[in-house]
């Protein structure tokens, strides 16, 4: 893991992973039992069951979620919904809209019941319809019209309709191809310089955890060392967050 620049005390806090046994949890989750006591609500066990509680439970199942989330200081969702036929069926975008809509309002209405008060959400870059080729990098508007987009885009609306209702932190991570570093260090494709390293998308997660903003916020997390193509300066600015990950 690299070392990463997070300014502010530090405090470990109690925290539920909703979704942690999915591709982006198994990135972040061993950052974050390092720094905080963890909970993982899931449908499936998580390969490494050692970091934290587990509970299996559906984003769906608002009495399972709101007692995991009793106790617990910070909340993140990382649940996805389904990766096999990827764009191949109404049964594939039903669950993304059950998982990226529904379950969202679902697990944020328990968590601000169960007194939450602070929320990292796994957005994505694909929010807008060509993230390489944003208008307004530093407050630009989503605009993505394909399902998968889509739903992350209903999902941020979802978090600003729960920050003003419950007058809880919300803060989205825009994540950009997010990959183990392995993979990110082999990885040769066309989005090659704009892709994210597990280590740069866990130490975001920590650095959202420690920093709460008011209201709902949404931060891009890119491996786009130079901001070249994505400027995730804003990013920097607020939550003391950069790209670390380098090419040898």
């Not at 009793?70 to 998982?99: C, I, K, P, T």
């Not at 997010?178 to 597990?198: I, L």
């Amino acid at each position: 893991m690299n070392d990463h620049p997070v300014n502010g005390e530090h405090r470990r806090k109690r925290v539920l992973i909703v979704g942690g046994s999915g591709r982006v949890g198994q990135l972040v989750t061993p950052a974050l039992a390092e720094h905080h006591d963890l909970r993982l609500l899931d449908l499936t066990v998580p390969p490494e069951p050692a970091l934290g509680e587990f509970i299996r439970g559906s984003v769906t199942d608002f009495p399972t979620v709101r007692g995991a989330a009793q106790g617990h200081d910070a909340l993140v969702y990382l649940a996805m919904g389904r990766h096999d036929g990827w764009n191949a069926s109404a049964e594939w975008e039903v669950s993304h809209f059950d998982v990226n809509v529904t379950g969202l309002h679902l697990t944020l209405q328990a968590a601000a019941e169960a007194g939450v008060r602070h929320v990292v959400y796994s957005s994505s870059g694909s929010v807008f319809a060509d993230y390489k080729n944003v208008d307004h990098p530093t407050h630009p508007e989503p605009d993505a019209y394909e399902v998968y987009g889509l739903t992350k885009r209903l999902g941020e609306e979802v978090c600003a309709a729960a920050a003003r209702r419950h007058g809880i932190s919300v803060i989205a991570l825009r994540l950009v191809g997010p990959m183990s570093d392995d993979e990110w260090r082999a990885s040769d494709g066309p989005h090659r310089d704009v892709v994210t390293s597990g280590s740069d998308v866990a130490n975001a997660y920590l650095a959202a955890l420690k920093h709460p903003r008011p209201g709902f916020r949404a931060y891009v997390v890119s491996g786009d060392v130079d901001r070249r193509i994505i400027d995730w300066s804003v990013t920097h600015r607020d939550l003391g967050w950069r790209p670390l990950a380098r090419r040898h």
